[in-house]
C-alpha cells in the first residue's frame, strides 16, 4: 500500500491539482515553463506562495489585480518581469529568498545551501535532514539542485516517504514538464541520506534517470508549525 507524507492544502480534482489561496477560493497551483514566461525558481516560488495562501494563479496573469492588492503588486514587479530562473546568470535560491523578502516587507524567506558563504550554509547531512523536518510540518519545500555539466534546476517538494533506512523520497512538482492526470506529483527525487559534501552526485532524479545533487533549499515560513513539529 502506497503511503506518503503530504503537505497541507493540495487538493486533487478533475481539473488539476488545486489549493486554496490568498482569496479563500480552490484556484490552480501549477505553473509549467511557458505559462508564465520565466524560468524554473519563479515557476517553484508562485507555486509556493500559492500554497501558502498568499497568492490566486489569476494574481500572476492579471495585471488590474496589482492595482488592488500592494503584495501582489510587489510580486508582478519583484518576478513576473524580465524573468530568468537558476541558470547562468538567473537567480539562486538566496536571491529568490532576498527578493521575496522586500515584498513581504519582513523575513519570511528563508534559503539554505551547502556552499560556504552563505548566511544559511549547512553541511548535506543536515539540509537532507531540514528538508525533512519541514515536510513532517506538512510545509512545501522548493528544492534546488546541480547536475553533472549542466545548469541547476529547482522544483517544490509536497511530499515524502522513507523508502529506506538511508534514503528519502521526495514527491515534487517540477515545472520543466506537465502533470500526469489525477495525480499530485510529476517527479520523484531520492535523497542519500548517508552521502556527505565531498560525495558529488548520489541523489537520484528518477523523471530523467539521473544522477544530481540536492544542495539547497527554500522554505517560507507562514503557516504555524504542527504540535509535533520541532520548530
Known amino acids: 500500500m502506497f503511503t506518503a507524507k503530504f503537505i497541507r492544502n493540495i487538493f486533487l480534482e478533475a481539473e488539476g491539482i488545486r489549493a486554496i489561496g490568498r482569496s479563500g477560493k480552490m484556484t490552480r497551483v501549477f505553473a509549467k515553463q511557458g505559462d508564465l514566461d520565466g524560468s524554473c525558481s519563479i515557476y517553484s516560488l508562485m507555486m509556493m506562495l500559492i500554497f501558502h495562501k498568499l497568492l490566486d494563479w489569476e494574481d500572476m496573469i492579471d495585471g488590474e ?22 541558470c547562468s546568470g538567473g537567480y539562486t535560491l538566496q536571491e529568490i529568498s532576498d527578493r521575496a ?15 560556504p558563504g552563505t548566511p544559511n550554509t549547512v553541511n548535506r547531512r543536515l539540509l537532507h535532514e ?33 523508502e529506506a533506512w538511508n ?3 521526495l514527491f515534487c512538482l517540477d515545472p520543466s514538464h506537465g502533470v500526469p492526470f ?11 541520506y548517508l552521502s556527505s559534501d565531498n560525495d558529488g552526485f548520489t541523489d537520484t532524479n ?26
Open 65 to 86: 489585480r496589482a492595482k488592488k492588492h500592494e503584495f501582489v503588486s510587489r510580486i508582478q514587479h519583484e518576478f513576473l518581469h524580465g524573468l530568468n530562473g537558476i
Open 101 to 115: 523578502n522586500k515584498c513581504f516587507g519582513s523575513k519570511m524567506c528563508e534559503a539554505y545551501t551547502t556552499e
Open 130 to 162: 531540514l528538508i525533512r523536518m519541514y515536510l513532517d510540518c506538512r510545509q512545501p519545500v522548493m528544492l534546488g539542485y546541480s547536475k553533472p555539466s549542466e545548469f541547476g534546476h529547482a522544483l517544490v517538494a509536497v511530499a515524502y516517504r522513507r
Open 167 to 169: 534514503r528519502l523520497r
Open 182 to 192: 489525477m495525480h499530485l506529483w510529476n517527479t520523484v527525487i531520492d535523497l542519500d
Open 206 to 231: 528518477y523523471y530523467t534517470e539521473k544522477k544530481v545533487c540536492v544542495n539547497s533549499f527554500l522554505v517560507i515560513e507562514v503557516f504555524p508549525p504542527e504540535s509535533n513539529c520541532p520548530f
